[in-house]
């Protein structure tokens, strides 16, 4: 029986555990962390903008540091620089938690926080996805990151609700001793993962070098230019409505914890349909990538609409849905664009295109101020849908059928 065929077989590669439940414990902090400064700043002051900036501060070093992530993955030890990210992570998280416990928080303390958590989780992310592609190996790849992207639909959807309940049950404060907890575990885990044993020898490249060979795999591949054309899209005008979250939570008149239910809604649709594509094993990737995209915008829209708070929930159960298409490709289609000494690089760009999101956060706290937040929405979701259509019709590379295998062999 195949990999692609047996379950199982993922289970049993060693170290895929400890280091999916390390992966899963670092998604619960970014995604609980967003959706508690951003509550934070909520209740402190009312400005969408400043939600939107709380956003662009914890994805704006994808935008200049992607490339830079890659190499330090590329040169430094993947177990190592992972652990190294989580143990300075975690006295500043509980420095926060001090200073919400004794009232002593201010809005403009929630900007280098959160700066801090997206110039760490960029170097965490960059290395251990590649090291998790070492770890389970080619076969097991396309299933692994695909729940790698279930795993953090997951810890979404309960680094949401857990924070929305503890912020309604305990206050602030206790959302943070969770992310502590969570950084923490984390850290115990990634020290159960063996280092696996790398198949060729790779060269240690410095930036410029690691600029060049990006250079050089973005002229020759243009699926890879496809795929990263798209992210650019989803980045600027889908996932920059993530902030904006707690402030149509409020205008629909939710509490704190219905506002972390509605923040969870396309986690549970991410889920869902991450396990559907996990048990599928489906290559049409480039497809899967492109619907997904679609459907993600298609919900927004009906999110920025809805007047009610369960229609509101369901429209971002469908994107959620849609994010799983997108999510569990978007990795892989990277990767396998590259040659085995060029996967750092590849996800280096990757995460580059990323990077986007902090001008779309920006972009849509501008809107939202001036317009309101749901004509924001709604005009990002339309406008979003509208350049997608338009790149695809001058770059569909994606959509063709891909040969995991092909790249290494010509390499």
Known sequence: MSARRNP???????????????????????????????????????????????????????????????????????????????WVLIPVTFLMFVLVQTNTVRVWMVFPFMLMVGMLGLVNMTSQRTLLYDTVGPAHAPRALTLDSVGMAVASMVGTLLGGTLIQAGGIGAAFALLCLALCGSAVL??????????????????????????????????????????VVMNVFYFSFVPLVPVMAKHLGANAFLTGVLASAAGVGQLVGGLVLASRGDHRRGRIFVGGSILCLCGLGVFAVVPFLGLAFIALLLAGAGQAGFGSMQSLLAIEAAGRAEQGAALGLLSTAVGALPLGMLYMGVS??????????????????????????????????SDATAFDAAA
């Open 368 to 401: 939202a101020q001036w317009l309101g937040a749901p004509l924001a929405l709604f005009a990002s979701s339309t406008g979003g849908m509208t350049i997608l259509m338009v790149w695809l019709q001058r770059w569909p590379h994606v959509l063709q059928p």
């Open 190 to 231: 990634i020290r159960h993962v063996p280092r696996p044993v790398r198949q060729t020898s790779m060269p240690t490249l410095s930036i410029r070098e690691h600029l060049d060979v990006g250079t050089a795999l973005l002229r020759r591949s243009p699926p890879l230019r496809s795929m990263l054309g798209i992210t």
């Open 8 to 86: 199982t077989g993922l289970l049993a590669v060693p170290g895929f555990v400890p280091l999916y439940a390390s992966t899963w414990l670092w998604h619960l902090t970014r995604w609980g962390g967003l959706f508690t400064c951003s509550y934070l700043v909520t209740k402190l002051v009312d400005a969408p903008f400043l939600n939107q900036l709380v956003g662009a501060s914890v994805f704006a070093p994808m935008l200049l540091g992607g490339i830079a992530a890659g190499v330090l993955s590329d040169r430094i030890e993947r177990h190592r620089l992972i652990f190294a990210t989580l």
